[in-house]
């Protein structure tokens, strides 16, 4: 349903209270984009406004255009617009509303995995896989400091698809555990990139899917000494370095 909007409604929806608590956070550069947006080429696509009353006090919640809305609110004195269209949806349950936030922004791709960690993470106990996304919230944000949320989920996650549409199972979480507290020490120590932690990471899998152990105690020794001795300067890409950690693996 199409419905109209004042500029003084939208305001009320942007308010703290009233801003949903798995959506992402409201980015003042953003905001700033899509205001000159707006002035320049006026509004190109229509907020999605939840009804929400059937399960929430809030009754009516913005679920796609937090920034756009914001945007319309910052607007100077004086702009010609004053209200604007908005699509209303009725949702039944709080797992619908955000099934169509994890969509509409996995289509946009305006969303990152942070984003979708972040979410999943407030969206809290209702999701019977809370418990992954917990324990993968708390290694981004406590645990492995400077290790990329996409990284970690390609450490982690079965899927991306899986990981972003609120399913996230892990493939293998003590081989994983495993392996990013080596990558950890290695970027920590080394100051090695994500190409190159990648080409471990794949290394490793490669290995794990084709049935043979990874002696981690070995594996460490000897990426520490190799590394130590620069013997991967001239290493550029994932693959090479997926090579490199083949070779001083296997050498004799």
Same mark, same amino acid.
């Not at 939208?10 to 209270?17: A, D, Q, V």
């Not at 289509?107 to 979410?119: H, I, R």
């Given at each position: %349903?199409?419905?109209? /909007? ?27 984009? %899509? ?14 406004? *939840? ?52 969509? /509409? ?18 969206? *809290? ?10 324990? /993968? ?50 970027? /920590? ?40 001795? *620069? ?22």
């Amino acid at each position: %349903m199409i419905k109209e /909007l004042k500029k003084s409604e939208l305001k009320t929806l942007l308010t703290e209270k009233n801003l949903l608590e798995f959506n992402r956070d409201i980015q003042p550069r953003h905001v700033d984009k %899509m205001t000159k947006s707006v002035m320049n080429c006026g509004i190109l696509r229509l907020p999605v406004i *939840g009804d929400v009353s059937s399960f929430d006090s809030r009754d009516m919640v913005i679920v796609d255009g937090q920034h756009l809305c914001k945007a319309i609110v910052n607007l100077p004195l004086g702009s010609s617009i004053n209200k604007i269209p908005v699509l209303v949806k009725k949702y039944d349950t709080k797992q619908e509303v955000i099934n169509d936030i994890s969509k /509409l922004n996995n289509t946009q791709k305006s969303w990152n995995d942070e984003n979708y960690l972040e979410a999943w993470f407030k969206y *809290g106990r209702d999701n019977e896989y809370f418990s992954n996304y917990s324990y /993968l919230y708390n290694l981004y944000n406590s645990v492995y400091d400077g290790l990329s949320c996409g990284f970690l989920v390609d450490l982690y996650a079965t899927t991306k698809s899986g990981f972003r549409e609120g399913s996230l199972e892990f493939r293998n979480r003590e081989f994983s555990d495993k392996l990013a507290n080596l990558c950890y020490d290695l970027q /920590l120590n080394y100051n090695k990139a994500t190409f190159a932690l990648q080409g471990l990471r794949m290394w490793a899998f490669s290995r794990l899917s084709d049935k043979k152990d990874v002696d981690w105690t070995k594996l460490t020794s000897r990426l520490n000494r190799s590394l130590r001795k *620069g013997e991967d300067r001239n290493i550029q890409g994932r693959e090479d370095f997926r090579a490199f950690v083949q070779e001083i693996y296997t050498r004799l």
